[in-house]
Every structure is written in structure tokens, then in C-alpha cells.
């Protein structure tokens, strides 16, 4: 029998397959396709402090190997999570992870506070999304206010706190060393890509159609920035991570694991084969066996070196 | 109940010009029309959504048109090839007092006409199915009524007075809903819209595929759709 489990810092997960926020929903809406209660934990779609209807026009690119999305955070807002979508994470047994968006300090607070008096385990605190004009962006990019905030939230929080890092800045290191700095339990990157997916056409009339989407980048394609990401936050930080980026096989978990994640999160294969995450449970097991290992832990080590 | 499925091809032949009609076997028990299912295309990142045409004991029939990678993929698997899809997905057209009933299909929007037209057969209730294709080469059978060339909606006045509708069912290209609906607001009569968006999870959870209600909600297209009352949608 392989030991999946893992340990973060106090955050324990059956196992170490979570889907990524944005991608999952808030609570069971995956059940009709696999058994959610059997992931590690599901992160949910960022929620803001009042309801948000996102943008308008399209949202979505297809792009070669993944994909751009402008949703906006349409979301529920924090009131309706609690009232609505808690109690069907509680009732089904769905280890969750609240994901929490704001554009001001004074709304992460305010949103920790509810998380904290909800006795929520852990919340993933989104600095990093790039499709909203205004707002949490300058966190995600500048050390010394992600500091602030982390620390702000801290102070309220009991819970396990997660940094969620965007891959937009060029010294990720020094963002995640502020995070943990100031109280931050584990750091997960990363976030979407800024990416822009323009399309051509040429009528049947000769004029020209074009299409532009300014959005996030997800998918296969950014897992190499990924894995160079998460390989520079382990340098930097002693915290557990959690990767993401463009997981779709057992190889990119065992990928993320050496260099350096503890855990990883699934997002945009999700759409494509909705039921990855239960076949990377399986798999990831069928690895540590075929090592002759009895633990994730004990394979962690292995693909470490240490 | 929505699940992923592996159905195997028992047919995927050109049918029109650039226009396939697959007909999948599967263990689907049930599946209305309105429904779709999105199929998934090797190297691609999102699946395809694809309007049911017709549903026999298990046999779902899709008809697509070759528009780009994922459309090639699947016209280039043969018969007996295993097919990976997610079904059934969406929601149904409703026909709760209905007597008569128009239905406007525009280019390869006429596949979910084809399989409510069936079903509004079954119900005995009255309908008439009017289509639009670009040229001769296009057309898919099955309409009552064909408009080569110009726009289905030119016809759509001659075509009332003469079937009378309570209701109008359209599927095509925005526009064409569009004026659908325009035109049943103006006549009273109702509509009902089967509309199309770039998707990414099928199931309403990723909010990819929203348009705007005039109630000023969002809708899913992939969940809450994909049909709506036209004069619910804000054009």
C-alpha cells in the first residue's frame, strides 16, 4: 500500500493531485464526471468580496498548446460561497482550497476575515490575475506590497495561507521570500501567462477580420516556464510549493516534484480530459510501487537526490 | 446523466460540401434535441462541441463542417474508430404548448433542426423546417423548405403566413438569431435560439462560453444554453 499523503506545513491532502482555481468551480460541479472527493484538493474559482460578472465579449483563444482566457473573475462573491457552495463541500467530504481575489488590502482583509470566521482550512490568495484592468497585479509584481498584504492577511488569518505567484515579473524570487517572510504558509506558481491571441481572416469579400483576445495563457505550452519557476522559488524559500502549469501526464508530475513542488494543481487539461486528476492518483502510485518506494515522500526524495 | 464516453464510428462520410454527418454508437440512454456533445481532437487543447442531429437507441449523429484542426481530425477517423466525447451536454428546446412551429436553420445550424424536427413529428405537432446554404453544393437534406444564396431570413414572412406559427426555432450564425428574435418580437411570436461560443469545459464551470441575458445575468452557453428564449438574450 503507497502512502500518498501529503503534508503542507500542516495542510494535509490524501494525496497530491489538486485542481487548479478557475478551472473547477467552487465545490462538486466535477461529480457527475469523476469522484472529486478522491482529490487532493480542489482550489476554487478566485471569489471577491462582491459578486463580479467578468468581461464581456469573448473570453476564450485556443492557441497552439493551450489557450488564453479574459474571464474577468466573474464570480459569486464571498457570501454566496459560504451560504451555497460550503456546505456541499462539507456534506460531499471535498478537501478545498478558497481562492480569494481583491483589488485593495482592505479587501483581502475583509475576505480573510470571512474565510477565518467560517473556519475555512486554507485559502489561496490570488495576487497574480492578469485579465482584470486594475487591482491585485501590483501585489503579484512588487515585493515589498505582496509583503504588506501577505502580512496583513496574517495577522487575521489562522488558516493555511498560500501566495498564488504570477509568472509576469522578473524576480520571482525576492516575491516568493517576501511571502514567506511574512507569515505565508506555502506559495503556488503559476498563475497564466500574459499572452495575446490575434486571429486573421480574409473575407469572402476581400476585407480583412481580425480578432484580438488579451488574456492569460494556460496549457501544455507554458509548463518549461513553469518548472523554471517553481525550480527558482525552491532556491529561494524553504515553504512548501505547490506547481502549476500545463500538467496534463504522469512525467510533468514527476517533473514538477523534482524540482521542487510538494504538491501540484490541474487546470486547463481539466477541459480536455476531465478526468485526469483521477488518473494521475492511480498512476502516481503505480510509479512509487514499480520503485519498490512505500511514500510519496520517500519518492520526492528519490527524484531529489537528497 | 453527463459522463465521458468512448463511442465507436459507424459512419463519417462528406455529405455536402465540407460538410460530414458522424454517426457515433454509444451507451448514451438519452438525449434530447438542443443537446450537443463535445468531442475530443488529439493535440488539441478544448474539445469540440457539436449539436445532435439524431439520436436512435444509443446512435448519436452529429453533422460538422471542415473549419479547422479539430473538425480535420475528426473527419480523418474511420469507421469503427474509437471516439472519445462528453454527452450529454446542455439544455433542451422546449415545446410545452406548442401547436405549430417554425424552424429556421442557416448553414449547418440546420443540424439541431434536423433532430427537434423529428421530435416535434413524434409529438404530432405541426412544423416546418426552412434552411440556407450558401450554394447547391451545401445543402443537407431534410427541410421542407430550401433557400440557395440569399438569407433563409428572407422568406421567413411568406413562411409565417403560410405555417403560423406559436413558436420559431432558429440555429445559425449570431446575426441570423438575431433578426430571428427581432422579428418574433415584432410578430409576437416566441423564439427559441440554439446559439454557438468557443467552449472550454462543456459543463458551466469554466465561464468561457458567456453571453448576456437582458435581465442582465450571465449564461453559459455550454450549461445554461444552448438554447434560450431569443427575447431573453441581450444581441
Known amino acids: 500500500m503507497v502512502d500518498l499523503s501529503v503534508n503542507l506545513n500542516g495542510f494535509e491532502l490524501q494525496n497530491p493531485i489538486m485542481t487548479a482555481s478557475g478551472t473547477y468551480g467552487y465545490a462538486d460541479e466535477y461529480n457527475d464526471l469523476i469522484d472529486v472527493s478522491k482529490l487532493g484538493a480542489i482550489v476554487t474559482k478566485a471569489i471577491s468580496i462582491e459578486p463580479k460578472k467578468g468581461n464581456s465579449g469573448e473570453r476564450l483563444f485556443e492557441t497552439y498548446g493551450g489557450m488564453i482566457n479574459r474571464i474577468g473573475l466573474e464570480n459569486l462573491g464571498i457570501k454566496e460561497f459560504i451560504s451555497k457552495k460550503l456546505p456541499i463541500l462539507k456534506e460531499k467530504n471535498i478537501n478545498f482550497v478558497m481562492n480569494l481575489a481583491g483589488s485593495t488590502v482592505e479587501d483581502y482583509i475583509k475576505a480573510a476575515e470571512i474565510a477565518q470566521n467560517a473556519e475555512i482550512k486554507a485559502i489561496e490568495v490570488n495576487v497574480s490575475c492578469p485579465n482584470v484592468k486594475q487591482g491585485c497585479l501590483e501585489f503579484g509584481t512588487n515585493p515589498n506590497s505582496l509583503g504588506h498584504l501577505t502580512n496583513e492577511i496574517r495577522k487575521i488569518y489562522k488558516g493555511f495561507l498560500i501566495i498564488k505567484l504570477t509568472p509576469n515579473v522578473s524576480d520571482i524570487e525576492s516575491l516568493a521570500k517576501s511571502a514567506e517572510d511574512n507569515g505565508a504558509d506555502c506559495i503556488s506558481a503559476i498563475n497564466t501567462l500574459k499572452g495575446l491571441g490575434v486571429k486573421v481572416e480574409i473575407t469572402p469579400d476581400k476585407k480583412i477580420k481580425k480578432t484580438f483576445v488579451q488574456g492569460g495563457l494556460s496549457g501544455r505550452c507554458i509548463k518549461p516556464v513553469a518548472l523554471s519557476m517553481v525550480r527558482r522559488i525552491k532556491s529561494a524559500v524553504q515553504i512548501p510549493i505547490i506547481g502549476i502549469g500545463g500538467i496534463a501526464n504522469i512525467d510533468d508530475v514527476l517533473e514538477f516534484l523534482t524540482v521542487g513542488a510538494d504538491a501540484v494543481q490541474i487546470g486547463t487539461e481539466n477541459f480536455c480530459h476531465p478526468d485526469v486528476t483521477i488518473k494521475l492518483i492511480k498512476e502516481l502510485d503505480s510509479v512509487i510501487d514499480s520503485l519498490n518506494l512505500k511514500s510519496l515522500d520517500e519518492l520526492k526524495r528519490k527524484l531529489r537526490d537528497e | ?235
Open chain 2, 1 to 235: 446523466m453527463k459522463k465521458n464516453r468512448i463511442g465507436k464510428i459507424k459512419y463519417n462520410k462528406e455529405i455536402a460540401k465540407d460538410t460530414y454527418k458522424l454517426v457515433i454508437s454509444s451507451d448514451v440512454e438519452e438525449i434530447s434535441s438542443g443537446q450537443f456533445i463535445s468531442i475530443y481532437c488529439e493535440n488539441k487543447t478544448l474539445r469540440r462541441p457539436f449539436s445532435v442531429a439524431d439520436f436512435d437507441n444509443g446512435s448519436i449523429t452529429v453533422l460538422y463542417k471542415i473549419k479547422g484542426d479539430g473538425t480535420k481530425y475528426i473527419k480523418n477517423l474511420d469507421e469503427n474508430d474509437e471516439i472519445d466525447f462528453l454527452a450529454p451536454l446542455g439544455n433542451t428546446f422546449n415545446f410545452e404548448n406548442v401547436n405549430s412551429a417554425l424552424l429556421i436553420g442557416a448553414g449547418i445550424g440546420i443540424a439541431p433542426m434536423l433532430f427537434l424536427k423529428k421530435e416535434l413529428n413524434k409529438k404530432g405537432i405541426k412544423n416546418h423546417l426552412i434552411s440556407g446554404f450558401k450554394d447547391t453544393k451545401e445543402v443537407v437534406e431534410g427541410s421542407d423548405e430550401v433557400v440557395i444564396g440569399g438569407s433563409v431570413l428572407d422568406e421567413i414572412e411568406n413562411v409565417v403566413e403560410k405555417v403560423n406559427p406559436d413558436i420559431i426555432y432558429s440555429c445559425g450564425p449570431s446575426i441570423v438569431l438575431k433578426l430571428v428574435t427581432e422579428f418574433g418580437i415584432k410578430n409576437n411570436i416566441k423564439t427559441q435560439v440554439a446559439m454557438e461560443k468557443v467552449m472550454a469545459c462543456g459543463i458551466g464551470v469554466c465561464r468561457g462560453c458567456i453571453i448576456e441575458l437582458k435581465n442582465g445575468e450571465n449564461a453559459s452557453v455550454c450549461k445554461d444554453g444552448p438554447v434560450f428564449w431569443g427575447d431573453a438574450v441581450k444581441w
